[in-house]
Each structure stands twice: as C-alpha cells, then as structure tokens.
C-alpha cells in the first residue's frame, strides 16, 4: 500500500491537563507504529479560541501532526478520535494531493506547450534565445499566448 502524507489537527478540551494531550499523542503514536507508519512532527499550538461556540467550549488546545501512513491508518486515527471525549474536533487533510495535482497541471501544460510548438513548425522546447529578451522573464518554460487558443 502506498505512503502518503497527510495533516492531522486536532482540538482538545481546555480542561484538559498537559499529561492527557500528551497521552493522547502517545495513543495516536501507538497506532501509528502499529500501522508501520511515521510521525514526521507533532506541534502543539496550545491554547486557541475556537473560531465558534462547539458545545459549551469556547476554547481548545490544539494540535498538529504531520504523518506519513496508509489511508487504513488514518481510518483507524479518525475512528478512534470520534469516540476520545477529550477530543471537541479534528480533521486529517491528505497534503500529497495538492502537491499531485499541481504536478499534473505542470504536466498537461507542458506537453499541450510542445504539441503547439510543433504544430507550428517549431522544436517541441525552447531553445537557447528564442523568445523574450532580459528581465526577470528570462528562462521561463511558459508559452503565455499558447494558452490563449486564438
């Protein structure tokens, strides 16, 4: 199965102690390990007020884990979070995705870029002094009126 990356935030009670954030942590550690998975950093970012009223807290502690793991694992992270009283809310956001999806659009750019080049008689990339001249522009990989479809 493969590794991805994902974001793990989760608020805790305010009236909870330093010690239960930190058994909580070493629960999702447990798992994590259990899972054959990796803890990349864990930042507390402490006391926050909640952006609105969850329950009768107004207030939590938050936390950020960056794991890289299996989509099974953060099933089992999810499952176990919902039923952790101590828990007002956390959400796990897949960071990998954006970061495909980026690539993708890279891709499909480039090769849309080199199927018009040759289209027009011209080599598939740019080359050495073709097109604009100086400037912070120079050896940039983007065909601005390519785009157009004019």
Same mark, same amino acid.
Do not use: C
């Given at each position: 199965?493969?590794?991805? =990356? ?10 909870? &102690?330093?010690?239960?954030? &930190? ?14 998975? &990796?803890?990349? =950093? ?6 926050? =007020? ?31 979070? =919902?039923?952790i009283d101590e828990v ?24 849309? &870029?080199? /199927? ?12 050495e002094g073709e097109g604009? /001249? ?17």
């Amino acid at each position: 199965m493969s590794t991805r =990356k994902y974001e793990l935030v989760y608020v805790v009670s305010p009236d909870s &102690t330093d010690e239960q954030v &930190t058994a909580l942590h070493d629960q999702i550690q447990a798992i994590v390990t259990r899972f054959n998975a &990796t803890i990349e =950093k864990t930042e507390p970012w402490g006391r926050r =007020k909640l952006a609105y009223e969850i329950g009768h807290h107004k207030e939590g502690n938050y936390v950020l884990e960056v794991i890289h793991g299996s989509g099974e694992l953060m099933k089992e992270i999810d499952r176990r979070l =919902k039923v952790i009283d101590e828990v007002i809310r956390h959400i796990v956001v897949r960071v990998d995705e954006e970061q495909s999806v980026a690539e993708r659009a890279r891709t499909r750019r480039t090769t849309t &870029t080199a /199927r018009r080049r040759v289209a027009r008689g011209l080599p598939p990339t740019r080359q050495e002094g073709e097109g604009r /001249r100086g400037g912070e522009d120079e050896g940039r990989d983007d065909d601005r009126f390519d785009e157009a479809g004019v």
